[in-house]
C-alpha cells in the first residue's frame, strides 16, 4: 500500500462497526477521497474530532484497493463548531458540502478545493450574510464544473442586456424573443446580484435588498438542481430542531 499526504475537508461520514468511520473528503491533490478513520468513535481517539463535517485537515493516508486508510490527521481549519452552532448557517454550510460532493466525483480539481475552503472559512466567521455566502459558493462551483451562468446577455442568441427573464435550463437571462414558457422574471435587482455572486463582487452584493437576495436564492437553487440532476437536501429541508455538532 502506498503511503501519501494530503489535505482535505470533510464532506460527510459514516459509522462502520462499532469505532470505526468513513469519511469522505474533498483532498487538494487527490480529488474526492473515501477513506477509513480506524477507532475514532473511541473516547480515546486522538483525532476523532478533527475528521468531522466542515472540518480542515491536513492527512496522512494509506491508499487501498477500495477504501483509503487515514492514519494522521492534523487540524487546519477547525469550523465545525461555529457552523453548527447554528441551524440555518448549518443547512447553508450542509448545501455547500453536498453540492462539492457530487461535483467533484470526476478528479481532482485545486479550484474547486480552494472554493469550498475559503467559504466555509468566510461561513465559520460570519464574515456576510450566510445566504449570500451558499448562493455565491453555489453559482461559483457550478462555473468551475462548466455551467457557468450568463447575466450580462441573452444566453441563446447573445442580444445583450439586460434582461429580466431566466431560464436554468438554458443557463441564465434570456431576451423576450428567446424566452421559455414557465420561466421566472426576477427584477433587475436580483438579476444584479447574482451577476455579483458570480464575480465575488461582494460590495454590490452586501448592498442588496431582501427581494433580491430572495430572487437570486431561488434561482441557485433551481439551477444547482438542474445541473445536478436533483435537488440539494440541505434547501429543501424545513428547520426542526437545531442540530448536534457533527453532521451524519
Not at 70 to 98: F, H, K, N, P
Request: proline residues 5%; hydrophobic residues 40%; aromatic residues 6%.
Amino acid at each position: 500500500m502506498r503511503l501519501y499526504r494530503d489535505e482535505g475537508v470533510v464532506l460527510r461520514t459514516h459509522n462502520l462497526g462499532e469505532a470505526d468511520r468513513i469519511v469522505t473528503l474533498l483532498t487538494r491533490e487527490h480529488g474526492q477521497v473515501r477513506a477509513v478513520a480506524k477507532g475514532v468513535r473511541r473516547t480515546t481517539s486522538k483525532f476523532g474530532a478533527r475528521l468531522e463535517p466542515f472540518m480542515v485537515a491536513d492527512l496522512q493516508c494509506y491508499e487501498g484497493r477500495n477504501l483509503d486508510t487515514i492514519t494522521q490527521a492534523v487540524s487546519l481549519g477547525s469550523y465545525g463548531a461555529q457552523i453548527s452552532a447554528d441551524y440555518d448557517t448549518y443547512r447553508a454550510g450542509s448545501a455547500m458540502l453536498e453540492a462539492a460532493e457530487k461535483l467533484t466525483d470526476a478528479g481532482p480539481s485545486h479550484t474547486q478545493y480552494a472554493l469550498l475552503v475559503g467559504a466555509l472559512r468566510a461561513l465559520a466567521a460570519g464574515q456576510h450574510p450566510r445566504e449570500l455566502i451558499r448562493d455565491a459558493y453555489l453559482l461559483r462551483a457550478l462555473g468551475l464544473a462548466g455551467w457557468a451562468p450568463g447575466f450580462d446577455e441573452c444566453v441563446r442568441c447573445g442580444e445583450p442586456g439586460p434582461h429580466t427573464r431566466t431560464a436554468v435550463q438554458l443557463g441564465g437571462v434570456v431576451c423576450a424573443n428567446c424566452r421559455v414558457p414557465g420561466s421566472p422574471v426576477l427584477s433587475a435587482e436580483g438579476i444584479d446580484l447574482l451577476g455579483a455572486l458570480l464575480s465575488g463582487d461582494w460590495p454590490h452584493a452586501l448592498g442588496s435588498e431582501e427581494h433580491a437576495r430572495a430572487e437570486a436564492a431561488g434561482f441557485a437553487a433551481a439551477y444547482a438542481a438542474f445541473h445536478l440532476e436533483r435537488g440539494l437536501r440541505s434547501l429543501s429541508e424545513a428547520p426542526r430542531h437545531r442540530p448536534g455538532p457533527t453532521l451524519r
